[in-house]
């Protein structure tokens, strides 16, 4: 399920971002939706993408997602409609690659945070998924890999 469980430096990353808080049951209609509108913004602008989409989660709790969908860009993006100029952090990370379907993220978050744990790691807020390869790529979902990272303290 998880390769490679590492800890390792990011760097700052220039991205272009829609900011969303909605109910957690609503992702699966929400996303899709706010990617296509992120991709058409950007190729309206002229600009194209330095890298794999992503979500960075502010905030998870029970009932609610607090977190952007976003796409590296190599230079600072004009705000048009919800799309903004945003940054991937800097940050020291525990980094995988998950190999699956979405609807499995779950469980290798899971997998990944007890990793993180027992490997006497402390967590820092926030938490970000990166989108290698899904289905633009592949029918199979078991070639789809998705890129998870948890800043960490210390």
Avoid at 17 to 43: F, H, K, S, Y
Avoid at 53 to 64: A, E, F, G, W
Avoid at 119 to 128: D, E, I, V
Avoid at 132 to 154: Q, V
Wanted: with cysteine; aromatic share 8%.
């Amino acid at each position: 399920m998880l390769e490679g469980p590492e800890i390792t430096q990011s760097t700052a990353q220039a991205a272009a971002v829609i900011r969303l808080t909605i109910p957690r049951d609503q992702i699966q209609q929400v996303m899709g939706p706010a990617i296509g509108e992120l991709m058409a913004a950007l190729a309206a602008c002229g600009v194209s993408p330095a890298g794999p989409v992503y979500s960075y989660h502010h905030r998870m709790c029970p009932t609610v997602f607090d977190f952007e969908v976003g796409v590296p860009v190599r230079s600072v993006v004009e705000g048009t409609g919800r799309v903004r100029s945003g940054e991937l952090p800097a940050a020291r990370v525990a980094r995988a690659v998950y190999r699956g379907p979405y609807e499995g993220l779950g469980d290798a978050w899971r997998e990944f945070d007890g990793w993180i744990k027992a490997n006497g790691h402390a967590t820092g807020p926030g938490l970000w998924e990166s989108y290698i390869a899904g289905p633009e790529s592949s029918r199979d979902p078991g070639m789809w890999r998705t890129e998870l990272n948890r800043p960490l303290l210390g």
